[in-house]
């Protein structure tokens, strides 16, 4: 069973940056697609990036391209997002998500695609 734990949120200025974090346990990721979600209260859940773990593939959503990097460290079996030039409507709950994934075209940006979740960390940023 994987697990999936975030760290990273909190509060910050426009303009600032974080970094999250989603330690995952119960897989060595290697045949997983992981991605970054968010959500707002009252709307879906949007991915914003993802990884094709065994190739090393990067996706970004168009809202976050230029400003967020997503990365994995597989000694620690840790995805990364850095979050730069961050924008008041960058804040959302961040959730990282992990499904099997044995090519970069098994990649989804659909949230029903992905089993495993964690339980989100906040991000706030304020103008």
């Known amino acids: 069973q994987v697990q999936l734990v975030e760290s990273g949120g909190d509060s910050v200025q426009a303009g600032g940056s974080l970094r999250l974090s989603c330690a995952a346990s119960?897989?060595?990721?290697?045949?997983?697609?992981m991605a970054w979600f968010r959500q707002v209260p009252g709307t879906e859940r949007e991915a914003v990036a993802g990884i094709y773990i065994r190739g090393g593939t990067t996706y970004y959503a168009d809202s976050v391209k230029g400003r967020f990097t997503i990365s994995q460290d597989s000694a620690k079996n840790t995805l990364y997002l850095q979050m730069n030039s961050l924008k008041p409507e960058d804040t959302a709950m961040y959730y990282c998500?992990?499904?099997?994934?044995?090519?970069?075209?098994?990649?989804?940006?659909?949230?029903?695609?992905?089993?495993?979740w964690g339980q989100g960390t906040q991000v706030t940023v304020s103008s």
């Open positions: 998500a992990a499904k099997g994934c044995w090519s970069p075209s098994w990649f989804s940006w659909l949230q029903s695609a992905y089993s495993y």
């Open positions: 119960g897989t060595n990721s290697n045949g997983y697609c």
